[in-house]
Every structure is written in C-alpha cells, then in structure tokens.
C-alpha cells in the first residue's frame, strides 16, 4: 500500500494548493509568497548570477510577454488524453456495448473547443485605436471609481474609454552602457520605458490569458466562456466514460467477491484499498489520465462558473478584483474596497449576457 500512500498524499498536496489559490486570489500578501521571499532571500546568496539572470529571463518570457508555449503545452496535454482514450478506453468501452453515439461526444466536443480556442487565439479583443476611440469613448459611462474621464493611456498615448485597460505594466527598467571618454571609461545608467504582453489597451478589457496568448476583451469574451464550457464537458465526458469503464472492469473480474492472504498469512476480503491498487497495477495510463481528468474539470468547472456569473452581472475580472480592494498597495497604499457601485454596469441578467454575445460596436460618428 506504499503507493497509495504516495499517491494520498499528493492528492493532499494538490487540494491544498487549490484551496490556497482559491483564498488568497488577487492579494497580495500570501502565505505561498512570504514563503517565496524568504526562501529567495536564502538561496539567492548561493546561487550564481547567471542562473538568476537566466530564470528572471525565462519567467517574464513566460508570463510577462506574449509566447506559444502554453498554446504547445495545451495541445501536448489534450492530444495525451484523447491518444490514451482512443488507444484503451474506446476498445474496452465498445466491448462493453458501449453506443457509438455516446463514444462520439468526446470528439464532437474536441471539434468544438478547438474552434473556440482558435477564435480566442486569432480574434482581435477589441484594441482601442485612432480610428476607434471616438466611437469607443461613448460606449460606457464612466462609473466615477474605477474608470474616470480624461485620462490617458501611458504607452499608447490615448484617452482611456471606460472598461478599458492597458495589457501589460508600464515600468521603467535600467539599462547599464559603458562609455570611454579619453582614457578612462564612464558606466552610465539610464532608464528604457517597457510594456510587457500585448501591449496595447483593449475594450472591456477581461484578463490576459496565457493559454490562448491573447487578451479577453469585448470581441471575444463569448468564444472564451464557449471554449470554457466545451473543455469541461470535454473532460467530464471522457472522465465518465473511463471511470464506467474501470467500474465494469472490477465488476467482470470478480475483485468484490475476492480475497487475498495479507503478510501474517491470514486470508482478508479485497476491500476498496486492494480493488483500487489493482486498478493503478492493470491500468496505470488510465488510472492516471482520469485522476488528471477529475483534477482538470473541477479547476476549469470552478473557474467557468467564476466567469458566467461575471457575464450575468456584466462584470469582468479586471473590475471585481479592482472592486475587492485588491490593488497594489505600494502605489494605493490607502486604497479601500467600495461596494457601493460593483454592478455599475449591469442591466439585468438577459441583457448582460446578449451584450457578451452580441458586443456593442463602436458608434461612428458621420461628419456633416
């Protein structure tokens, strides 16, 4: 039973990281973060320049700047468990008489989300320009809290429309240049202004989302909540086929009825131990992939409801995490959450999910 024991205590282990993420979202005190200082502060005297340079390199290529690599990673992991499904489980499901018509759900789904993922991908967010920020500036009201008027955009140089944000920090970072005047060289710091990931400021602007390499914003915040939705019906079809499978597999193979001679050599019933330790012997790929499947659905079926109910009181993330007071406390260190206007913007159920999917579009305004 020692794996088991392993595999409990990582099950534990990856419960307690979700509840953690689940607590301490948005803020920006944590546990997980007072730990990651103290440990840095330890360790980076002992470790050379270069690693340091070359894992704050890779970090902010990851998830300070636009890349594919969650895109690869994304297609890596779904092309596993539908290669596992189709190689296994679809056999030992058709021998049990299992209809084809349930079989095929998994890949009607997969047609789906992968259209809805490309959407997200290529879909522009809806990017405030020249041509469009007069028509974008009377879509919304100015709600007086969180978007004010008359303020401009930093990089972009433009006025902000309400709802609108920024993909990416303004922050000035130092570069290092070594000059020779004469015979002796002089080292002169000057700062290089830098907006990491899209850098460009987008219409009701949602989140920027690693995994499709793109901001949500107003043009496609209904192919996300598709995409969403299709990958966790996705998942707990194919999860629901594998477990139906290994249940009919105990049930064919007697387990229930056995019984086995322990280490004292006395003769136990299989209990629910012994039948699941079979299961990860005989099945190890499927076991593991629907452990994965279990883990998926529940963080993308939390996530996707988290974002539905923001399209029902037409609110985006960007908003209710501004709105919780989560802000950075070193540039609002007074700031305090109002609750005063969070649903400034909804008009009521029915309309807030129409204006997802049908999104408003900027008012062009005829010169007489």
Request: net charge positive.
């Amino acid at each position: 039973m020692d794996f088991l024991t392993l595999f409990a205590v990582y099950v534990a282990a990856v419960l307690t990281c979700i509840l953690f993420v689940c607590k301490y979202s948005g803020q920006q005190q944590t546990p997980f973060s007072v730990l990651c200082d103290s440990v840095a502060t330890v360790v980076a005297p002992m470790t050379p320049r270069w690693l340091q340079r070359c894992t704050q390199r890779t970090l902010h290529r990851l998830f300070h700047q636009r890349n594919n690599m969650f895109i690869y990673l994304h297609v890596l992991l779904e092309g596993a468990v539908y290669a596992e499904f189709t190689c296994e489980v679809f056999g030992f499901c058709r021998d049990m008489d299992t209809t084809l018509t349930h079989l095929s759900v998994p890949y009607v789904l997969l047609v789906l989300q992968t259209v809805f993922f490309y959407l997200c991908i290529k879909r522009d967010p809806g990017t405030v320009t020249k041509k469009k920020i007069s028509g974008l500036l009377s879509l919304y009201p100015y709600d007086g809290r969180l978007f004010h008027p008359g303020v401009s955009c930093e990089t972009c140089k433009l006025i902000k429309p309400a709802r609108s944000k920024h993909c990416g920090e303004h922050t000035d970072v130092p570069r290092r240049r070594t000059r020779t005047v004469g015979n002796a060289e002089m080292l002169t710091v000057s700062t290089v202004c830098v907006s990491g990931v899209c850098n460009r400021c987008v219409q009701r602007f949602d989140h920027h989302c690693v995994w499709v390499n793109n901001c949500i914003g107003a043009q496609n915040t209904r192919y996300f909540l598709l995409y969403l939705a299709s990958v966790c019906a996705a998942a707990g079809d194919v999860a629901v086929l594998t477990g139906d499978m290994l249940f009919h597999a105990v049930l064919r193979s007697g387990l229930l009825r056995a019984s086995y001679v322990d280490e004292y050599g006395e003769q136990q019933p299989a209990g629910p131990l012994f039948v699941v330790q079979h299961l990860f012997l005989t099945f190890p790929r499927i076991v593991f992939m629907l452990g994965f499947l279990a883990f998926v659905f529940v963080l993308l079926a939390g996530y996707a409801l988290f974002h539905f109910y923001l399209a029902v009181v037409n609110q985006t993330s960007n908003e209710w995490y501004k709105g919780r007071g989560y802000t950075c406390q070193r540039c609002h260190p007074h700031a305090a959450p109002d609750h005063s206007k969070r649903n400034y913007y909804s008009r009521g159920p029915l309309r807030n999910l129409l204006e997802i999917l049908l999104p408003p579009k900027p008012v062009q305004k005829k010169l007489s």
